[in-house]
């Protein structure tokens, strides 16, 4: 039985690295780009990795869903908020529930408001002929229109050997403007695999898998990513409570071409952690910075990450998570 698990992880990782190999200008073929923004604070304050970290709480659905079989708490809930660009909001809630031998089950709700813009259309000629002359104004104000999108769905995880765990997420997304809108099923699945080499662990994690959707006349891919990554730690080990950690990921999207991020998280006496990443191969985005303290109020675990991401033209972003375990 562990000869067929390791060498399906050997298989997924040969997959991963041979689709890293191929280079394509991909800009702008998906839709639902919102998918890829990460809503974890502590994922985007390491460089936007996180997916072979095992101590990622309810976040484990958004980073990648086999560490949710890690969860050893009986349910675990996240709620994570962070300004976006061009003044966009993105909310996410997460909540988990450790079924014990069965594995766990999770659910999610994600939101991205775009905000209200003002809609206008052109004046007809006959329209155009009963306007005053010398008004300059070529349009018709009809008023405002609003714009979002939304993930919704349900995960399954579980602990197949001590070293091996498996999870999926089954979504539910739409995307709307104005009166018109376009929804798909689509699924994410993950692995996690602990290598018995000292700390070191390797992930895969194929994230918005599905079918082509319609938007109006347009048709169009779900915005894919293939990500593997690897972390261990330079000090002590994952639930010690003294720790520094690494990640080192290659992300492989179907809309953009490759690249490599990397991160680093520091834990001091299970309290306080800072992080640091950096994203190589990214156009505009490269640093990100962040920290966490940990917390207990009325017998009940909580954690406070927050995390801020550079950009060279648009406006830096903060996202801040609150986690609970019950």
């Known amino acids: 039985m562990k000869n067929i698990l390791y060498r399906s992880v050997i298989i997924v990782l040969i997959f ?6 191929e280079q394509k200008e991909k800009t702008g073929t998906t839709g639902f780009v919102f998918l890829k923004i990460p809503a974890s604070a502590r994922q985007i304050a390491m460089g936007e990795t996180g997916i072979a970290l095992p101590n990622v709480g309810s976040d484990a659905i958004f980073v990648n869903p086999a560490l949710a ?3 050893p708490q009986q349910n675990g ?7 976006w660009y061009l003044d966009t909001q993105h909310q996410t809630f997460s909540y988990t529930r450790n079924m014990n031998l069965f594995g766990t089950v999770g659910f999610h709700f994600l939101n991205y408001n775009f905000g209200d813009m003002n809609k206008t259309r052109v004046f007809s000629s006959y329209e155009a002929e009963l306007i005053q002359e010398g008004d300059n104004n070529k349009y018709m104000d009809l008023g405002t229109f609003s714009a979002g999108a939304y993930s919704v769905g349900l995960t399954y995880a579980r602990q197949l050997t001590d070293k091996f765990s498996i999870g999926t997420n089954l979504k539910y997304v739409r995307e709307t403007i104005d009166v018109h809108y376009a929804d798909n099923i689509i699924a994410d699945i993950g692995f996690i695999f602990f290598t018995g080499y000292k700390s070191l662990r ?4 194929l994230q918005n898998f599905g079918l082509e959707t319609e938007y109006v006349t347009e048709t169009f891919k779900m915005p894919q990513t293939m990500t593997l990554g690897l972390s ?6 994952y639930d010690s409570p003294n720790r520094v950690s690494f990640t080192l990921e290659a992300k492989h999207p179907n809309d953009e071409s490759e690249k490599v991020h990397a991160g680093l998280e520091g834990v001091w006496n299970n309290v306080i952690s800072m992080r640091c990443g950096y994203k190589l191969g990214s156009e505009y985005e490269k640093l990100t910075l ?3 303290i940990r917390f207990v109020y009325k017998m009940k675990k909580f954690q406070l990450d927050m995390a801020y991401m550079d ?3 648009l406006q830096t972003t903060m996202r801040y998570t609150l986690s609970m375990e019950l």
Request: aromatic share 12%.
């Open 16 to 21: 991963v690295t041979g689709g890293l190999a």
């Open 69 to 71: 079989s890690l969860i």
């Open 77 to 83: 809930i996240s709620f994570s908020y962070g300004d």
């Open 202 to 205: 390797v992930g895969a994690y």
């Open 232 to 237: 261990g730690e330079l000090l002590g080990s």
């Open 290 to 292: 962040g920290m966490g």
């Open 311 to 313: 950009h060279d033209y």
